[in-house]
Antibody, heavy 117, light 109 residues
Framework: EVQLVESGGGLVQPGGSLRLSCAAS????????MSWVRQAPGKGLEWVAN????????YYVDSVKGRFTISRDNAKNSLYLQMNSLRAEDTAVYYC??????????WGQGTMVTVSS | QTVVTQEPSFSVSPGGTVTLTCGLS?????????PSWYQQTPGQAPRTLIY???TRSSGVPDRFSGSILGNKAALTITGAQADDESDYHC?????????FGGGTKLTVL
């Protein structure tokens, strides 16, 4: 079964850090660009970051540049998002998704990140 | 700043046809933006419906179709069913990243 499973979400204070993980199974993870997409409570979706198959290219939405880092470990079929200097406006469900033909293809179930004191 | 526009809400009668649109605050949407569409019900992850303007994702019924209508991308649902009641999100590829619209809440009644 093709699957993406996120983990690592939780409650963190403003200015804190969190590392999200996404475990892939059922497809050749190393062949796909991967991405993170988030959704604040009651809001629409927002693309956060994406990474090339070999990790050599990474792109970020302006609001997270310099604070978030996307990475991957193809040997472990895993995608990561290191989030530093977290702000209240980063509160959201974070989804990992594979990319295919310039679109989000397979989606995980999401992990909730809450930034609050 | 690029803003992707969608109707905030729409309603359709069961069995009816509805077209949701995805536009730009400035300019026209073309196939070069690779518009894609996603369906989402409350508490669930998005489900991919359409990519590259008009290609249905695996398992998506053919009553969902994508196109360019005028200066916007469009998602048409033909023969709407009760379980089509969902939020629909479009996204456009902007070269180095993606911008989502605000989503359309579709009611089937």
């Amino acid at each position: 079964e093709v699957q993406l499973v996120e983990s690592g979400g939780g409650l963190v204070q403003p200015g804190g850090s969190l590392r999200l993980s996404c475990a892939a199974s059922g497809f050749t993870f190393s062949s796909y660009w991967m991405s993170w997409v988030r959704q604040a409570p009651g809001k629409g979706l927002e693309w956060v970051a994406n990474i090339k198959q070999d990790g050599s290219e990474k792109y970020y939405v302006d609001s997270v540049k310099g604070r978030f880092t996307i990475s991957r470990d193809n040997a472990k079929n895993s995608l990561y998002l290191q989030m530093n200097s977290l702000r209240a406006e980063d509160t959201a469900v974070y989804y990992c998704a594979s990319l295919r033909r310039w679109a989000f293809d397979i989606w995980g179930q999401g992990t909730m990140v809450t930034v609050s004191s | 700043q690029t803003v992707v526009t969608q109707e905030p809400s729409f309603s359709v009668s069961p069995g009816g046809t509805v077209t949701l649109t995805c536009g730009l605050s400035s300019g026209s949407v073309s196939t070069s933006y690779y518009p894609s569409w996603y369906q989402q019900t409350p508490g669930q992850a998005p489900r991919t419906l359409i990519y590259s303007t008009n290609t249905r994702s695996s398992g998506v019924p053919d009553r969902f179709s994508g196109s360019i209508l005028g200066n916007k991308a469009a998602l048409t649902i033909t023969g709407a069913q009760a379980d089509d009641e969902s939020d629909y999100h479009c996204v456009l590829f902007m070269g180095s990243g993606w911008v989502f619209g605000g989503g359309t809440k579709l009611t089937v009644l």
